[in-house]
């Protein structure tokens, strides 16, 4: 026999950005009961025309959830929907569980979860990978950690949402840390693709034929394959903003520099994304570093003024 809908858990999920408003949709699809809250109301309300459910704070969010998903920008703004003013915690009932998306340093994943926990709910890490589209398809790459209590708890709404659950630790904080690693690599590797197609542009080079050899080469990376058609394009709409790096990348140093540990293409990396931002393209796509390039160098690439 199906899995009925009312045997289904109950599902808060708390910002409706990108990425959230994916994971809400992708759940409501697979028959769960959802509520969505976002400091937006027209995000709540495209949501609830979607055919969810809507609240207007976090509180009011959990209240009746079984399974509470923060899907926000930061630490600061999850410890606020944790225990601000209407926070979740005011409604979330005992044996809750608290999933937590938010890119965070790792020590700080540890102080919530403990901070949570000693109140009778459940904590997982579980920050995510993959992109605005695969959060709509349910195709998420997770990574998480957490209790044994918190991942049974969570796991119905994990499983509907990702192609890929890692189980990273018994712990709050190893997902975190393997986030980390991720960004890493994704910000170092958007830069030297930035920097490699407008160096092309430079000499002269027809960049979309550029874009075919390099991704049929053993230069290739998955961001060179994913951005750079926004630069070839000049469409720099944000799928992932500027901004997002310079939060991540930023992380990243203050890790390395509390693990006395020499993180220097990381920062390299970092101070490209602070110049885009400070260049007024803070909430342009992460592409945008191209055009920081083109514009130090005298590039033309398209799109972009002579």
């Not at 990108?18 to 976002?38: I, N």
């Not at 003013?85 to 340093?105: I, L, Q, R």
């Not at 070839?232 to 799928?239: E, H, M, N, V």
Request: aromatic share 6%.
């Amino acid at each position: 026999m199906p899995e009925s809908r009312t045997a289904k858990p109950r599902i808060a999920v708390i910002g409706l950005g990108s990425m959230g408003f994916g994971m809400a949709t992708s759940l409501r699809r697979k028959d769960f009961d959802v509520t969505g809250c976002d400091v937006a109301g027209d995000l709540v309300a495209r949501f609830v025309a979607d055919g969810g459910k809507g609240a207007k704070t976090p509180a009011e969010a959990a209240k009746g959830a079984d399974i509470v998903i923060s899907v926000v920008l930061n630490a600061a703004q999850t410890e606020t929907i944790l225990f601000g003013k209407d926070g979740v915690v005011e409604t979330m009932a005992k044996d809750t569980v608290f999933v937590s998306s938010a890119t965070m340093d790792p020590e700080v994943a540890k102080r919530l979860a403990k901070q949570l926990e000693a109140t009778g709910r459940h904590y997982l890490d579980a920050p995510i990978s993959g992109g605005a589209q695969r959060a709509a398809q349910g195709e998420l790459t997770i990574l998480a950690s957490g209790s044994a209590a918190a991942f049974a708890k969570a796991r119905p709404a994990l499983d509907a949402m990702a192609a890929k659950l890692y189980e990273l630790g018994d712990a709050a904080g190893h997902g975190a840390a393997f986030k980390m690693i991720n960004q890493l690599l994704a910000g170092v590797h958007i830069a030297a693709a930035s920097e490699a197609i407008t160096f092309a542009a430079r000499q002269g080079l027809d960049l979309q034929k550029v874009y075919e050899v390099i991704t049929a080469s053993a230069g290739n990376s998955w961001m060179f394959e994913n951005r750079m058609p926004h630069v070839i394009a000049g469409d720099y709409k944000p799928r992932s903003a500027v901004e997002i790096f310079v939060k991540d990348l930023g992380i990243v140093q203050d890790m390395a520099r509390n693990a006395r540990f020499p993180a220097t293409l990381a920062s390299a990396a970092l101070q490209m994304f602070l110049m885009a931002s400070a260049s007024g393209m803070g909430r342009d796509d992460d592409a945008s570093v191209a055009r920081l390039y083109g514009r130090i160098s005298g590039t033309k690439l398209p799109g972009e003024p002579k």
